[in-house]
């Protein structure tokens, strides 16, 4: 029985000591990430120890290599009570208890683009048993701030992006963008002379900001910011034509211009999907029709004066994913300024091309004093062979353009038609009797006016006796009538002329009007067409006579020879 226990004692230690050799040990934190120069990490290895027991363990530590953009790769440096560099290698020896180690990391940040990660892992090992290993994930991401993450005082609480256009993560040329980014201070004391700044990097690191469009600036200063408060930058843009198609990365940054960036910085927010960038995907503009566009026009001199010639300048660009070859023209349309302008840009027009276009007319003297609307369309995809454009633009652009000043009167142009004729009454007009006209005044225009009535250049032949009614109040459209009695002179003869006057508010109008003037016809006058009739046909009153004359023969034969026969 004592066999079996001591066998069984045995078997229970040989089982513990077993336990010991592969029990793991720990590192904290699990994850590390870098994001500036001066970052510094700091590892808690702790090995695994038994109770009322000491035992001593050596581990290596083994870093990633991580190459940098400009392909030099990151070195790393480790530092510790009991961390000793051994032939390049970084080891922990003869540790019985907690381990802090601190790890720097030599990087160019100039050469990690911002917007990518770039990852590896920190390996520590037991050196006795290999199966006890750890792998520590490390990343480094290239901050917006220009010397890492700094201080804690403030924070980037809440970044809203905002596309007018469509989706607020996916951008086309020309989409109206919004960016509101709101700034805490977490501190215990008032910070100055807080600066929020934005970027927009492409996939080649570079910095595109400055190329966005109606930016008032990219850095907005907040001013002083209290503890416990919070403030707001807004910022509004439209993406650049020439935005290609990709992935882009939106970054924001807060800091004191006070204490300086090198002091107090932060770039990163929860709610960027990256935590220091948020990913935008950039898309070409695909319907045809919206292709190419005319932008950025500018009018000079605005306003304009009468006279005055207007230059206009404007950029035509391509925001589509097609090319057009040989040509591009663009056209300027005003109908009341007599507008029908082109100019043709005579090269091929690719993904992202802009050209300049100017136009340029003069401004006549009489134009109305108001503000036109020039209007501008692009045509594109140009057949050669037909000489023709295929396509042209769905969107009409505009610009307005006021016109003022050094205009002439504008001349008052005829709103009336006059028409007259004879009243039955006197169908033709005779010397030395009265005649009567039938006068019509229509409106043409389109406000109702008052028409006066008057009678010229007939005092070489008539009188005027009476214009009844003399004044007319006619609405638009419409029409009323008048009489004009004249008093022929005697001795006039042939055709005769006068004018009808009518005169109203802004205007003139004159009608002339041919009269026939015959004398008074004579008694004997009457009997002449009689006299024309039977000189026209003398011949058949002739027969008729004869045939008369026969008839009366032989009546006077017959009752000569009826009187003897009766007498006997």
């Excluded at 409106?443 to 007939?458: D, Q, W």
């Amino acid at each position: 029985m004592k066999t079996k226990t001591v066998l069984t004692l045995l078997l229970l230690a040989l089982l513990m000591s077993s336990v010991l050799v592969f029990a793991a040990h720990s590192v904290i934190p699990s994850t590390a990430k870098f994001s500036g120069p001066s970052d510094e990490i700091t590892i808690t290895l702790r090995p695994p120890q038994p109770a009322n027991e000491t035992l001593t363990y050596t581990y290596t530590v083994d870093f990633p290599t991580i190459i940098m953009d400009n392909t030099v790769p990151i070195t790393f440096t480790a530092s510790g009570t009991n961390v000793v560099l051994q032939n390049n290698k970084y080891i922990v020896e003869d540790i019985t208890t907690t381990e802090i180690i601190k790890i720097k990391a030599n990087v160019d940040y100039n050469e990690i683009s911002i917007g990518k990660t770039y990852t590896g892992n920190i390996v520590v090992k037991n050196i006795i048993n290999t199966q006890d290993t750890l792998n520590v994930p490390i990343s480094f991401s290239s901050s917006f701030c220009e010397e890492g993450e700094k201080g804690t005082d403030l924070e980037i609480t809440e970044i809203e992006i905002s596309n007018s256009d469509g989706e607020d993560d996916e951008w086309s040329p020309l989409d109206q963008i919004e960016v509101k980014v709101e700034v805490s201070n977490e501190g215990d004391e008032r910070v100055k002379d807080v600066t929020v700044e934005i970027g927009i990097y492409n996939a080649e690191g570079k910095n595109i900001i400055r190329d966005v469009e109606n930016l008032d600036d990219e850095q907005v200063d907040l001013g002083n910011i209290d503890d416990g408060d919070e403030e707001t930058a807004t910022f509004t843009f439209n993406v650049p034509s020439d935005f290609e198609s990709g992935d882009y990365n939106l970054v924001v940054k807060v800091f004191s211009d006070d204490l300086g960036e090198d002091v107090m910085c932060t770039s990163e927010s929860s709610d960027l999907d990256n935590d220091f960038y948020q990913t935008i995907t950039g898309e070409r503009e695909s319907e045809e029709e919206k292709h190419v566009i005319f932008q950025d026009i500018k009018v000079t001199p605005s306003p304009a004066q009468c006279g005055d010639r207007i230059q206009i300048s404007g950029e035509a660009a391509n925001i589509g994913d097609e090319e057009y070859e040989d040509q591009v023209k663009v056209t300027l349309v005003n109908k009341e300024l007599g507008l029908n302008l082109e100019q043709v840009i005579r090269e091929d027009f690719d993904e992202g091309d802009s050209e300049l276009v100017d136009f340029e007319f003069d401004v006549p003297m009489n134009t109305k004093e108001k503000v036109y609307v020039l209007e501008f369309k692009t045509h594109y995809d140009y057949d050669k062979n037909d000489d023709e454009y295929d396509i042209t633009s769905e969107d009409s652009f505009t610009q307005s353009v006021r016109v003022e000043g050094g205009c002439e009167a504008e001349q008052p142009t005829n709103n009336v038609i006059i028409s007259a004729e004879l009243d039955e009454e006197t169908p033709e007009a005779v010397a030395g009797k009265q005649v009567l006209i039938n006068v019509n005044v229509r409106n043409t225009g389109t406000n109702e006016s008052t028409f006066t009535i008057g009678v010229s250049n007939n005092e070489d032949w008539s009188q005027v006796v009476s214009i009844n009614p003399q004044t007319l109040s006619i609405g638009p459209g419409q029409s009323k009538d008048a009489v004009i009695i004249l008093e022929v002179n005697e001795d006039v003869e042939g055709d005769q002329e006068f004018s009808i006057v009518t005169t109203y508010e802004g205007g003139r109008k004159e009608q002339r009007v041919s009269v026939p003037v015959s004398q008074e016809p004579q008694q004997t006058d009457q009997l002449s067409p009689v006299l024309e009739h039977i000189r026209d046909n003398w011949f058949i009153y002739l027969i008729i006579l004869v045939n008369i004359i026969l008839i009366i023969a032989i009546i006077l034969v017959i009752r000569s020879m009826v009187s003897p026969a009766h007498a006997m």
